[in-house]
């Protein structure tokens, strides 16, 4: 059993480009979660999807940032126009539908906004 | 504090020795779970607690929760080299009527370094 996927693991982009970062949860997960880890600090939640449905995005910034789960393929975190500021490990983590939610992590995409 | 604050912020000891790092937390949980990140890589799951258990074992990992005090422990007994990394603790809120949203809330971390 496969775990969490994510690509690209590196991504670099400048200023003002769109970044989209992909992750594919663990076979038999239906919920998928958003994290960011920015240098030398803890993970921050951003979003919480579950197939087709937006469940919480309320660590989202309001702008610029948006994310889909599809009813097939991958969830899609994606970043327009992307700031310095954006530079930082995203992390994606896929539960299985039960009640206690074990998270399993992906092993992230470090993006780096020259 | 902020919600799931490790402490300490950093651990150094020798091969053999036992690692505790404590972490506290501000709301009430439905559980909370420990991660290990080795540098600049994803995380990988430990162990998780529920609400209502006060301690649970995993090998060489020992948990506790304390939910009136709002605080956890792990040990790690008989530590390695292999166990240098950063230990985070990470709580899933409850809200109004028990439930769950899923989203961890996560501390800053503990940095283990283990000297063989």
């Known amino acids: 059993n496969a775990g969490v996927m994510q690509n690209p693991r590196h991504l670099v982009r400048r200023r003002g480009q769109e970044a989209r970062l992909r992750c594919s949860p663990m076979k038999g997960h239906s919920h998928v979660y958003w994290y960011r880890q920015l240098p030398e600090e803890g993970l921050k939640f951003m979003v919480y999807?579950?197939?087709?449905?937006?469940?919480?995005e309320s660590g989202m910034p309001k702008e610029r940032f948006s994310a889909e789960f599809p009813k097939e393929g991958p969830s899609i975190l994606r970043i327009q126009q992307v700031v310095r500021g954006d530079s930082a490990a995203y992390f994606c983590?896929?539960?299985?539908?039960?009640?206690?939610?074990?998270?399993?992590f992906g092993p992230g995409t470090r993006l780096t906004v020259l | 504090s902020q919600q799931g604050e490790e402490d300490p912020q950093a651990l150094s000891i020798q091969e053999g020795e036992n690692a505790t790092m404590n972490c506290s937390y501000k709301t009430s949980i439905n559980n909370l779970q420990w991660y290990r990140q080795n540098s600049g890589r994803g995380l990988v799951h430990l162990i998780l607690i529920r609400s209502n258990e006060r301690e649970k074992h995993s090998g060489r990992l020992r948990v506790t929760l304390d939910t009136s005090k709002k605080s956890s422990s792990l040990l790690i007994t008989a530590s390695r080299a292999a166990d240098t990394a950063s230990y985070f603790c990470?709580?899933?809120?409850?809200?109004?009527?028990?439930?769950?949203?899923?989203?961890?809330?996560f501390g800053q971390g503990t940095i283990l370094t283990v000297h063989p």
């Open positions: 983590a896929s539960s299985p539908p039960r009640q206690v939610k074990e998270q399993f």
């Open positions: 990470a709580t899933d809120t409850k809200y109004a009527g028990g439930t769950s949203y899923g989203k961890l809330t």
């Open positions: 999807l579950q197939k087709e449905n937006i469940i919480d």
